[in-house]
């Protein structure tokens, strides 16, 4: 850290966003495709509804993960733009 300011590690956020994606891409090809029902004699019906709750939790798990990824990309995106932004306005104020 700057003593009167911040830094970003740009790279270190990319590679977090990358690392959660391909982490949310993993777990979506091991769960699809979606086992068929168990055939669990008369616990079939419960087994089949804790399957079907499995699979949307999954499901949910990876949106939240692919969220988080697209939100770190969009925050590295905005401390660039704030940097950018904060150079023009040092340049303008010293006149060069």
Not at 32 to 43: E, H, I, W, Y
Not at 66 to 78: T, W
Not at 84 to 96: I, P
Request: proline share 4%.
């Amino acid at each position: 850290m700057m003593a009167n300011g911040f830094t970003v590690d740009s790279d270190g956020l990319c590679a977090l966003a990358s690392q959660l994606r391909e982490g949310a891409s993993a777990l979506d090809d091991a769960a699809n495709p979606v086992p068929p029902a168990p055939n669990a004699g008369s616990s079939s019906a419960k087994a089949g509804e804790t399957l079907a709750l499995i699979v949307q939790a999954t499901a949910g798990l990876i949106a939240g993960v692919e969220d988080i990824a697209s939100k770190i990309h969009l925050s590295d995106g905005s401390y660039g733009a704030t940097d950018n932004q904060a150079d023009v306005d040092l340049r303008r104020a010293g006149g060069g």
